[in-house]
């Protein structure tokens, strides 16, 4: 299935997520953030592939490197659409889920899976 990666997903209001980093602190000391632009399902997909969940203590080290070759296949894409193939949106899916919030999972999946949303 081909997947969108430059997809952003949006906030309630309608405007783009934007993925954010801190950047130091103000003179009060509070945290200064930079803007890194929208988040997208690329983004997203990558985040989600590299990390590693309480869950998931004993995952062997064939899995974690499927997905570190995953997750470089997709960031290091060219292209804005990706063919990826039922496994790996299986896998995206479920990781997504581990990682995002319901927002940001909902508009993934719909990407990743369109027919998510009705079932």
Not at 4 to 11: G, I, R
Not at 53 to 82: C, F, P, S, V
Request: hydrophobic letters at 40%; charged letters at 35%; proline letters at 3%.
């Amino acid at each position: 299935m081909k997947i969108d990666l430059d997809f952003t997903v949006k906030q309630l209001n309608g405007k783009d997520f934007i993925e954010k980093e801190q950047d130091g602190v103000d003179e009060k000391g509070q945290p200064k953030f930079k803007d890194l632009g929208p988040f997208t399902i690329r983004k997203i997909c990558t985040d989600a592939l590299i990390g590693l969940y309480q869950d998931e203590e004993k995952l062997g080290a064939k899995i974690k490197a499927a997905r570190g070759w995953l997750a470089m296949r997709i960031h290091n894409h060219k292209e804005t659409t990706i063919e990826l193939t039922a496994d790996d949106i299986t896998m995206l899916k479920d990781l997504v889920a581990k990682r995002y919030t319901p927002l940001i999972i909902a508009q993934t999946w719909e990407v990743l899976d369109p027919a998510s949303k009705n079932s």
